[in-house]
């Protein structure tokens, strides 16, 4: 008699087994199919720099600020308006967009690049006065055809490597407030 208690238990405990392993695996097939992205960013958009660099757009175009400031911009609805206030194609991801201009409201880009707050950074000055291409920190974003899930890292170290070779000022205080 108690080997057959003993015998049920093993067999429910490899059944229970069997049924979390499947629930499992059913939830990763299923974030497979959905296209969850582990952690990284999703953007409203599946935004393409690729087929507006083809088409003549220039950085400056849509992130407007990089000569004179610190920060370089995100485009507003109002500058995609200028293209797509009919559809130019078909594609799915026009179709939010079309969405978007319809009513007006703004897109919400998440922001995939930031320093701690009490860190200074200016584009103006790597950009224009540096003359460092936006590759060699952002990679090729520009000419991706999907916004990336995972920006590149941006660490102290790269920053304070490069002021290195450039000679650049590397005391404390030249990036710390
Ligand atoms: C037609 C408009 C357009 C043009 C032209 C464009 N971008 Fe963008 N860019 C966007 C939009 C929209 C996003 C937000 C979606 C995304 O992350 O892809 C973005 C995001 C970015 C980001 C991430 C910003 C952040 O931290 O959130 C970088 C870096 C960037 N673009 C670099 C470039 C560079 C470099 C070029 C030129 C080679 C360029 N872009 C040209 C529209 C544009
Ligand atoms: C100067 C004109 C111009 C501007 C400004 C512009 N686009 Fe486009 N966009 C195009 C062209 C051209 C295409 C390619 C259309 C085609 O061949 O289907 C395109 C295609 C697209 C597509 C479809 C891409 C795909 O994957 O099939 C999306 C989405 C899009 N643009 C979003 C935007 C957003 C968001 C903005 C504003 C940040 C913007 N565009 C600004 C000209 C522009
Ligand atoms: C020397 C490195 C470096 C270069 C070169 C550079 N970036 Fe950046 N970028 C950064 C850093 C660091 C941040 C985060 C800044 C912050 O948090 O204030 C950033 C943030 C951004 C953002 C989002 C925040 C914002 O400023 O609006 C955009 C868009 C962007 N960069 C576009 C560009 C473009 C376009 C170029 C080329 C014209 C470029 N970057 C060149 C380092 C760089
Ligand atoms: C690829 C090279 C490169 C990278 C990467 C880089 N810088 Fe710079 N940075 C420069 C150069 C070159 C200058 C000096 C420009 C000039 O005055 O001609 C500079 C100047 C500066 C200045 C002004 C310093 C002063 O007082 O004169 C600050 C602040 C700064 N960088 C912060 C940063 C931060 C923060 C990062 C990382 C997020 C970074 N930089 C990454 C090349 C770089
Ligand atoms: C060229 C620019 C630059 C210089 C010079 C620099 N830092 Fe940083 N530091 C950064 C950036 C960018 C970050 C944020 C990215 C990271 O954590 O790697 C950072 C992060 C830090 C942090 C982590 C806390 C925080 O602010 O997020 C500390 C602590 C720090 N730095 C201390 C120092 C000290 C001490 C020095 C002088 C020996 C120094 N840093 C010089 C750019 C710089």
Request: glycine content about 8%.
């Amino acid at each position: 008699m108690n080997r057959s208690i003993l015998g049920r238990i093993k067999v429910s405990s490899s059944r229970i087994f069997i049924f979390f392993g499947g629930a499992i695996l059913l939830i990763i097939v299923l974030a497979v199919i959905l296209g969850f992205d582990w952690g990284g960013v999703r953007q409203p958009i599946a935004f393409n720099h690729k087929i507006h660099a083809e088409n003549d757009l220039e950085c400056l175009d849509c992130h407007p600020y990089y000569k004179e400031h610190a920060s370089s911009g995100k485009p507003t609805l109002e500058t995609c308006l200028s293209c797509h206030e009919e559809p130019l194609g078909e594609s799915k991801e026009e179709g939010k967009l079309i969405e978007y201009i319809k009513s007006g409201e703004e897109i919400d880009w998440e922001r995939l690049y930031r320093v701690p707050e009490d860190v200074y950074f200016s584009h103006r000055m790597h950009v224009i006065i540096g003359k460092i291409e936006c590759n060699i920190c952002h990679g090729d974003i520009g000419e991706s055809s999907r916004p990336p899930s995972k920006p590149l890292k941006i660490t102290m170290n790269k920053c304070m490597k490069c002021h290195e070779e450039k000679e650049a000022d590397n005391d404390c205080i030249a990036c710390h407030k």
